[in-house]
Nanobody
Framework: VQLQASGGGLVQPGGALRLSCTASGIIFSIQSMGWYRQAPGKQRELVATITSTESTTYADSVKGRFTISRINAKNTVFLQMNSLKPEDTAVYYC?????????WGQGTLVTVSS
């Protein structure tokens, strides 16, 4: 199983980025998927989830700014991040939540700074 995340980078406050995570080795279409993040010196936290039926949840800190979506035909989940703030700086990880064993991707760094 492999979850390959990409799309991170350096962006100015107020800017936008789109993260992608492409999965292999799992039946992607039935999986709930999630994006998590870990800022320096902090615990990893849940950012957003999307179920196989495309129901979504968001952390309060990103509601109205971030959007999670998926394209099952491409085994890919996305995180569109708008109106980025310095406190969004973190390594972002995708995760296959289930059914079955949960797997983590390798992470992609997002830095929000002027």
């Amino acid at each position: 199983v492999q979850l390959q995340a990409s799309g991170g980078g350096l962006v100015q406050p107020g800017g936008a980025l789109r993260l992608s995570c492409t999965a292999s080795g799992i039946i992607f279409s039935i999986q709930s998927m999630g994006w998590y993040r870990q800022a320096p010196g902090k615990q990893r936290e849940l950012v957003a989830t999307i179920t196989s039926t495309e129901s979504t949840t968001y952390a309060d800190s990103v509601k109205g700014r971030f959007t999670i979506s998926r394209i099952n035909a491409k085994n890919t989940v996305f995180l569109q991040m708008n109106s980025l703030k310095p406190e969004d700086t973190a390594v972002y990880y995708c995760r296959s939540i289930g059914p079955g064993y949960p797997y983590w991707g390798q992470g992609t760094l997002v830095t929000v700074s002027s």
